[in-house]
């Protein structure tokens, strides 16, 4: 878990007791995979990679890392597929600051905002990228 304190997600007005708990109980999933940094991530910049079948269990398997669509298909599956351990494994620090910006329009809002408010330096390329 990073270290940044987590706030609690804003409850978005008319959601029933129990959407909202819903709510919260998904993205407390996606905050117990983060890694502690973003320099964990020391994923691959190049080549093909194939992920096992608990990440892409519907669709493609192999993403050509030289292929933007196929790049932003595989950050996209592992953000919303891969457990803690998978993040170093395939994301890399580097690439993934860069593609954010249009990442993070492709990704759930729950994703989302659990990836920038534990790491600020995300939302801040989003913002620098405006």
Do not use: C, I
Request: avoid cysteine.
């Amino acid at each position: 878990m990073p270290s940044t304190p987590q706030r609690p997600a804003p409850t978005p007005s008319g959601l029933s007791d129990a959407a909202a708990e819903d709510l919260a109980l998904y993205r407390e999933k996606f905050q117990r995979r983060l890694p502690e940094s973003l320099d964990e991530l020391h994923g691959p910049t190049q080549g093909v990679v194939e992920l096992p079948l608990h990440m892409a269990w519907s669709g493609m398997t192999s993403y050509d890392l030289s292929k933007p669509r196929q790049r932003m298909g595989l950050y996209r599956t592992v953000l919303h597929e891969g457990l803690h351990d998978d993040l170093p494994r395939y994301l890399n620090q580097g690439l993934l600051l860069q593609l954010w910006p249009v990442l993070r329009t492709l990704v759930g809002r729950s994703v989302r905002s659990v990836w920038e408010d534990a790491f600020p330096q995300l939302a801040s390329r989003t913002q620098a990228a405006a």
